[in-house]
């Protein structure tokens, strides 16, 4: 692992990593006793204060004697986590972790550490630095600065271990939270040991690569109203297996000259003696598309991050037994994601929504493309965008025109300085929402 992948992973400066070697090797309170320790030794060099200097002593004497009893960590030992298939953002989860002791001596006192760090930026967020000096340069000379995602000190979780035995496997449940959506990549494992002071850890590292999904925060939506009717659906129900044409089945019927092969019933030519063919109708049933906006200048924000909570939470809002919904979205390329009616899962669409990124290098009329050529399929949209421009108010005003209900979700990059004006919305001016990243739950509990 080179220094570079190092850095976007545990910290992304010195100081940063210096504080976990802190954070590791010391416990609470060794950490409190190394402060008090600092803090004496800032004071003793005034000569008039001898006690500051005979606290030093004392401390520093602590805790060179606690490094001095744990030694150095011996052993081999395996480690294996039994993961959840995916957790969500901000939500705590456990996982257990199984530890076998690999040598010939029983091994007491020990516990499991590890970091998380959070998901890794991909790779088109790691480039453009000129880009990204030029955006904090800007972001700098405001007055307001727009809200971005905070850098979060990665989570340390511990959990005892038993006594193990020479290859006994003891078990620990470790208790963890994520605060970023995305791909989470566990690399190593610490099994450690405490000195008898509880001062000062010593650990060995066991490599223990493993990924888990972290699925965006999702909150409470209550059942909306949404706009639309039934639309004819080409293919039917069976639009996930590829298989042409699946209306709805009604009834058996005598073969007519021009009816496909593959309708034929088998079983009834084979009893009555004369072809038999299976009769469908066609079949009528809603499918919203749901529009998500990626297209914004810096690698994190944290509007964009709430607009992907708000897709996650539309998603699972949605009544999906009886209708089709549609994840519409463009990132390197423009995706279709689809579930209901046996198509797919709600679960699909949120594993995508936990790695969309935001889009630099395309224009916003990539997007609209997208959705115009779906527009005839669908019964209603659901937009949820990052402004409310011009370009994005002719997106919606084409939408009108083609006769499709649209609800509009507006989360700013930049707080309005008012009330935005409905435009193409005005004959249905509750159809657009101002969502506040910071109020998101409350907000969408509110909607009807």
């Known amino acids: 692992m080179g220094w570079r992948t190092r850095r976007l992973q545990g910290g992304q400066s010195g100081p940063h990593r210096f504080r976990r070697w802190l954070r590791l090797r010391f416990t609470p309170t060794g950490l ?35 490094a001095t009893a744990a030694g150095w960590m011996r052993g081999r030992f395996e480690v294996e986590r039994v993961l959840p298939r995916f957790v969500t953002a901000g ?17 007491q006192g020990l516990t499991v550490l590890e970091e998380l760090v959070g998901p890794v930026p991909g790779a088109q967020e790691r480039g453009g630095r000129l880009r990204q000096w030029w955006g904090r340069l800007r972001r700098t000379l405001r007055t307001k600065r727009p809200l971005r995602t905070p850098a979060l000190m990665p989570l340390l979780c511990q959990a005892p271990l038993p006594v193990l035995a020479p290859n006994q496997i003891g078990e620990a449940t470790l208790e963890a939270v994520v605060w970023r959506r995305g791909l ?3 690399r190593e494992v610490l099994v450690a040991r405490t000195d008898p002071f509880g001062l000062v850890r010593v650990f060995r590292r066991v490599p223990a690569p493993q ?20 639309r004819y659906q080409l293919g039917g129900v069976a639009l996930a297996s590829q298989v042409g044409q699946s209306d709805e089945f009604i009834s058996l019927r005598d073969y007519r000259r021009g009816d496909p092969i593959r309708h034929i019933h088998w079983r009834s030519w084979a009893k009555v003696g004369r072809p038999i063919v299976r009769e469908f109708e066609d079949e009528f049933f809603v499918r919203h598309a749901l529009v998500l906006d990626t297209f914004m200048p810096w690698e994190h924000h944290e509007a964009f991050e709430a607009a992907v909570s708000v897709a996650a939470s539309l998603a699972c809002s949605l009544p999906l037994q009886e209708s089709l919904l549609d994840l519409l979205f463009v990132g390197p390329d423009a995706y279709c994601v689809t579930a209901g009616r046996g198509v797919g899962h709600v679960d699909q669409i949120l594993e995508i929504l936990a ?23 669908v019964s209603g949209c659901l937009c949820i965008l990052l402004g409310w421009d011009g370009v994005r108010r002719r997106f919606i005003e084409r939408l009108v025109q083609r006769d499709i209900p649209t609800r509009v979700f507006v989360v700013p990059l930049e707080p309005p300085a008012g009330p935005l004006d409905p435009g193409p919305l005005r004959a249905h ?8 990243p910071r109020q998101l739950e409350v907000q969408l509990a509110r909607l009807t």
């Open 184 to 186: 989470l990549e566990l």
């Open 91 to 107: 939500v705590p989860f456990r996982y257990r972790v199984r530890v076998r002791n690999r040598t010939r001596r029983t091994q």
């Open 211 to 230: 990924k888990l999904v972290v699925l965006p925060r999702r909150y409470f939506v209550p059942p909306l109203a949404l706009p639309g009717l039934p």
């Open 32 to 66: 409190a006793l190394l402060v008090a320790m600092l803090l004496s030794g800032t004071l003793g060099f005034d000569p008039d204060n001898s006690v500051a200097y005979q606290a030093f002593t004392l401390l520093f004497g602590v805790l060179l004697a606690s």
């Open 429 to 436: 001016p509750e159809w657009l929402c101002v969502l506040d």
């Open 355 to 377: 790695a969309v990124r935001p889009c630099h290098h395309r224009p916003f009329h990539a997007l609209e493309q997208v959705v115009l050529e779906h527009a005839p399929l």
